[in-house]
Each structure stands twice: as structure tokens, then as C-alpha cells.
Nanobody
Framework: QVQLVESGGGLVQAGGSLRLSCAFSGGTFSRNVMGWFRQAPGKEREFVAGISWSGSTTLYADSVKGRFTISRDNAKNTTYLQMNSLKPEDTAVYYC??????????????????WGQGTQVTVSS
């Protein structure tokens, strides 16, 4: 059974940076597209970024393009989300997601099969 465990969330001031990590276990990491989603209070879960099995293809939400970077280390079964120039509107619970595929396609939660428990990111103004 695939398990995803996020870490790295916390409280940061606007303009600061955080790096989230997601540890994958219970399956073949390199056969999965990895993604990050976020959900703010009262809002729907939204796509943040996705990365192909090789790391050569990435997708981003317009709201984070140029500020966030998704990456993966297939040797460590881990995917990362580097978040720079954080804004108060980035405050949310961030979820790691995985699905058996080669390239990221869908930007909706139903495009991903496995989910982590989430990690809180709070950006103060």
C-alpha cells in the first residue's frame, strides 16, 4: 500500500521560503507522477504543481509559477516543493499526491490516486 508522508511545513513571514518534502513508500516511486495540492479554509483543494516520473516535465498553477519549484529524487523516493517569495495567500494545508503515470496531466484531485495527510503552511503578513 502506497504511503505518502509530508514534512517541512510551518510558519514563515511574507517573502520567506520553505521547502516541503514528501516521502513515498509501499510502491515503485519512479512509476508515479507526483503532485502537490493545497487547501485553504473554506476553499476547494487546488493544484499547485506536478512532475513526471523522470523529473523532465513539470506543471504549475499560474498562481505559483516563478515562485515554487517541484523536484524529485528517485533514489530517495522523495519529492520536494521549494516555495520562495511566499505570500499570505499561500497559507493552506499542502498535500502530496501520487498516481501511476509517466507524465502529469490532470490538474484536479481526481487525477491522483494516493494522498498524504497534509502539512500546514502559514504565511504571516
Amino acid at each position: 500500500q502506497v504511503q505518502l508522508v509530508e514534512s517541512g511545513g510551518g510558519l514563515v513571514q511574507a517573502g520567506g521560503s520553505l521547502r516541503l518534502s514528501c516521502a513515498f513508500s509501499g510502491g515503485t516511486f519512479s512509476r508515479n507522477v507526483m503532485g502537490w495540492f493545497r487547501q485553504a479554509p473554506g476553499k476547494e483543494r487546488e493544484f499547485v504543481a506536478g512532475i513526471s516520473w523522470s523529473g523532465s516535465t513539470t506543471l504549475y498553477a499560474d498562481s505559483v509559477k516563478g515562485r515554487f519549484t517541484i523536484s524529485r529524487d528517485n533514489a530517495k523516493n522523495t519529492t520536494y516543493l521549494q516555495m520562495n517569495s511566499l505570500k499570505p495567500e499561500d497559507t493552506a494545508v499542502y498535500y502530496c499526491a501520487a498516481t501511476p503515470a509517466l507524465v502529469p496531466g490532470r490538474k484536479t484531485p481526481d487525477g491522483y490516486l494516493y494522498w498524504g495527510q497534509g502539512t500546514q503552511v502559514t504565511v504571516s503578513s
